[in-house]
């Protein structure tokens, strides 16, 4: 069987039980002097643009706050020394290695901003007694919502006909109705399972794969579970929504790709290393599928080959980049950060079982 037909997916149900079980064993080891001053990193960017509220429970409580300098994603070799005699980090998506987290020499939270984990080396953090918190919930439905706008975008061509009628080619081109189309949906987590509520008002037939099915899902929105490679070779979309870990890892790629119906559609809001970039160019160049939309990518901002590829919708990571999603990623973010530094339990901790 081919690595991609070997997928696996962390599941809601096992972060769950992660955090229900894990989070004591985590509370910070190392005896530092207590202060009442808290000193806070805040690497994510932006914060505190769209509401000022995140910032300014942080100052309420006495912290000194520390933005980001750059006004950017920051790179490790940038955040290992602005983290000495830091507390606690309100983290984007930046890798947060080994390497970076020993130069931590007072850090006793990392909260995320957001879903993705695979950039921080859970076996530092636990070794060095940090707590490791996220947000999964604020972002689901907006990024679930932009999986609708990118399947809608290739059902009708909508972005095919915008570039054409800027170079003065007027033609309409014939799409399709989405209540004639099956959609494939790998992974339904949190997000998977608001992409197939949303899709279940055009009368879709969906189709799900995932290791743990929560078969409540199937009356209520028509799903039909099946395994990866017969989604694969039976949906005219495939939406990802799987976390990347070493066995999602190029989940699609020649293989999987070459499964899929000339006709079909690959969508990826997930995790960029999840579809092999240059195999996704070289099927689309060579047809064996119909075209991509894609909101993330191996290495960001993105610069890639299927910048060339007319059939490839492109996004910029943006998933959640909805007014509501990100106050609320920003709000809980720096509640869960005080509320570990204050010795309270944090509402969404993760572990690395």
């Avoid at 007694?129 to 972002?139: D, K, L, R």
């Avoid at 790709?257 to 290393?273: C, E, H, V």
């Amino acid at each position: 069987m081919s690595k991609g037909l070997e997928m696996t997916a962390v599941t809601s149900a096992q972060q769950r039980q992660n955090a229900q079980t894990g989070y004591e064993s985590l509370r910070p080891k190392r005896t530092t002097p207590k202060t009442s001053i808290h000193r806070i990193f805040v690497s994510a960017y932006p914060f505190g643009l769209v509401d000022s509220k995140p910032l300014d429970i942080l100052k309420k409580a006495g912290c000194k706050v520390v933005l980001n300098p750059y006004k950017r994603k920051i790179k490790p070799e940038e955040e290992k020394d602005l983290l000495q005699g830091i507390d606690g980090l309100i983290a984007g998506t930046e890798a947060l290695n080994g390497e970076v987290l020993d130069r931590a020499d007072q850090l006793r939270v990392i909260s995320r901003v957001g879903v993705g984990l695979d950039g921080i080396d859970f076996s530092v953090a636990r070794e060095r007694g940090i707590v490791v918190t996220y947000t999964p919930h604020a972002p689901a439905l907006a990024v679930a919502e932009l999986t609708i706008g990118m399947i809608l975008d290739l059902a009708r061509m909508i972005t095919k006909a915008d570039r054409d009628i800027r170079k003065g080619i007027w033609s309409k081109y014939m799409g399709r109705l989405l209540s004639e189309q099956t959609v494939g949906i790998i992974g339904m987590g949190r997000i998977g399972s608001r992409v197939a509520r949303l899709l279940s008002a055009f009368g879709c037939h969906i189709l799900a794969h995932d290791l743990d099915p929560n078969l409540t899902l199937s009356d209520m929105f028509s799903i039909e579970w099946v395994s990866l490679k017969n989604l694969l070779k039976k949906s005219d979309f495939v939406t990802l929504h799987v976390p990347l870990t070493d066995k999602t890892y190029h989940l699609i790629n020649v293989a999987t790709l070459s499964l899929m119906k000339p006709t079909a559609f690959l969508i990826n809001t997930s995790r960029g290393p999840v579809v092999d970039e240059a195999a996704l160019e070289q099927s689309l160049r060579n047809e064996i599928i119909a075209g991509a939309a894609i909101d993330v990518y191996e290495r960001e901002p993105y610069s890639g080959p299927l910048l060339h590829q007319e059939k490839a919708v492109l996004t910029c990571h943006m998933g959640a980049a909805t007014t509501r999603s990100r106050y609320l990623m920003e709000l809980q973010a720096a509640e869960d950060c005080l509320r570990v530094l204050q010795g309270k339990r944090p509402k969404d901790p993760i572990l690395m079982i």
